[in-house]
């Protein structure tokens, strides 16, 4: 079994666990800024991609087209904590956009949600919405019993991948 298909399924069932994460980018003067996404991951014929329903924002636009790159961080009370260091693609296409909305209105509280919620978010192809495609390079898995000497982290990285 290759790394990836170790810690992929691990990492996705602990993200989707917790749900919500801290996701930075990199602004025009090379600072980093965070918010709070809420991703979803597909681990499906050996490739993980993770999908965001977003605000389209000029600010996220910038930061995303001149530094393509997003660092995600979950954690919760327990200690669980995973991270993801991914390409992020910024999707404005009607098609992709319909699948994300759809990704996310399909599947059960709290990993899925109803778009139509979010304010100015009407309908898949409303101006205000978007869809952030996530392609990990690195992934990391802390189970929080590794303080207590159980468990064991998992890390998978694709030296070559997203450069």
């Known amino acids: ?93 009607d098609e992709t956009r319909r699948m994300v909305w759809d990704l996310f209105s399909s599947r059960p509280a709290p990993l899925g949600y109803d778009p139509a919620n979010i304010p100015g978010w009407d309908r898949p192809t409303a101006d205000t919405f978007a869809a952030i495609r996530l392609d990990p390079w690195r992934l990391r898995v802390f189970p929080g019993s590794m303080a207590h000497g159980k468990g064991e982290i998992l890390t998978w990285r694709d030296d070559g991948a997203h450069r």
């Open 1 to 93: 079994m290759n790394a990836l298909a170790r810690v992929a399924p691990a990492f996705v069932e602990m993200a989707h666990r917790i749900v919500w994460c801290s996701a930075a980018t990199v602004d025009s003067r090379g600072r980093p800024r965070s918010r709070t996404l809420h991703p979803c991951w597909l681990w499906e014929s050996g490739a993980l991609v993770g999908w965001v329903g977003t605000m389209n924002t000029p600010l996220k636009r910038t930061h995303l087209e001149r530094t393509p790159y997003i660092s995600l961080n979950y954690w919760d009370p327990s200690q669980d904590n995973c991270t993801a260091e991914c390409r992020a693609t910024l999707h404005h296409d």
